[in-house]
């Protein structure tokens, strides 16, 4: 089984950036395809953005694209979730998780998540 620890969290101003970390350890995220959720207060889990095991695909939730980008480093068994032009609705806990699956955009199709990153945007 993998163990996924979230980093990078934190209190930002409307307009600025975060770069979210997730440390893989127990197996080699290689054989996963990796994504990126997140949870607002009152509100259901929702996907972010994913990224094929090899890092050549990658899809995002459409209120993101062009702001946030999501990347790996196999080799450092890491994946990450720039943000950038960060908005005061990107507030929310941010998951990360790692699935079998080739392709996946759906919380129940993840089977290994961690524990999630705080990211609150003020205005």
């Known amino acids: 089984q993998v163990q996924l620890v979230e980093s990078g969290g934190g209190l930002v101003q409307a307009g600025g950036s975060l770069r979210l970390s997730c440390a893989a350890s127990?197996?080699?995220?290689?054989?996963?395809?990796m994504g990126w959720f997140r949870q607002a207060p009152g509100k259901e889990r929702e996907f972010v953005a994913t990224?094929?095991?090899?890092?050549?695909?990658?899809s995002y939730v459409l209120s993101v694209k062009g702001r946030f980008t999501i990347s790996r480093d196999n080799a450092k068994n890491m994946v990450y979730l720039q943000m950038n032009s960060l908005k005061p609705e990107d507030t929310a806990v941010y998951y990360c998780?790692?699935?079998?699956?080739?392709?996946?955009?759906?919380?129940?199709?993840?089977?290994?998540w961690g524990r999630g990153t705080q990211v609150t945007v003020s205005s």
């Open positions: 127990g197996r080699t995220i290689s054989s996963y395809t």
């Open positions: 998780a790692a699935t079998e699956s080739t392709y996946g955009i759906r919380w129940s199709q993840y089977n290994y």
């Open positions: 990224i094929s095991r090899s890092g050549g695909s990658t």
